[in-house]
């Protein structure tokens, strides 16, 4: 790995660990419990869109694995790598195989992420009570993920430019 691609995959992961700190530090009043807004898909969503894909799996799995490390333990991470690497496949393989604009990949990455947490937290938990929250996670992703693909959207026009 060469410099320059290792300073970009460190500052990435950094500015997703900034967001990913900073999000938890803003009262937002969504009915879910556990619910964000996921700062940190930003940066994950640029990478996708300009980095090779394993870099940008990379700096997910990264920040996902330091994000625990510094206060977030087993039972987050878990939830973390399901949501995160089901949203991240999903977003791939759309990115890829079809003409979605990086909003819709992004809406459709946030209901992906919302959902697979859904499921590891009804296998931990071993209730699917918890199936009740479904309806509600999955229009909280699809407001999150129109944010998050808006955002990413305008970053991207003005760094490509």
């Known amino acids: ?9 460190a500052l990435l ?11 938890a ?14 700062l940190a898909a930003i940066v994950t969503l640029i990478a996708l869109y300009l980095l090779p894909m394993h870099d940008a799996a990379l700096i997910l799995m990264l920040r996902i694995l330091l994000s625990s490390f510094f206060g977030g333990g087993i039972a987050p991470m878990l939830y973390s790598l399901a949501g995160g690497l ?6 791939a393989l759309l990115k890829r195989h079809t003409r979605l604009s990086i909003i819709g990949i992004s809406t459709a ?3 992906l992420h919302n959902i697979a947490q859904l499921i590891a937290a009804v296998a931990v938990m071993q ?5 009740t929250y479904a309806p509600l996670l999955g229009l909280v992703g699809i407001a999150t993920g129109i944010v998050i693909g808006s955002t990413a959207k305008a970053i991207l026009s003005k760094i490509t430019r």
Not at 1 to 9: A, C, D, F, G, S
Not at 13 to 23: G, K, P, V
Not at 86 to 91: E, I
């Open 25 to 38: 530090f803003l009262p937002l009043p969504l009915p879910v419990p556990g619910a964000k807004l996921g």
């Open 86 to 91: 089901t949203s991240f496949a999903g977003m």
């Open 1 to 9: 790995m060469n410099l320059h691609r290792m300073t970009r995959i």
């Open 127 to 131: 209730t699917t009570a918890l199936f």
């Open 109 to 111: 990455g946030a209901f």
């Open 13 to 23: 992961t950094t500015l997703s660990l900034c967001l990913f700190m900073l999000e």
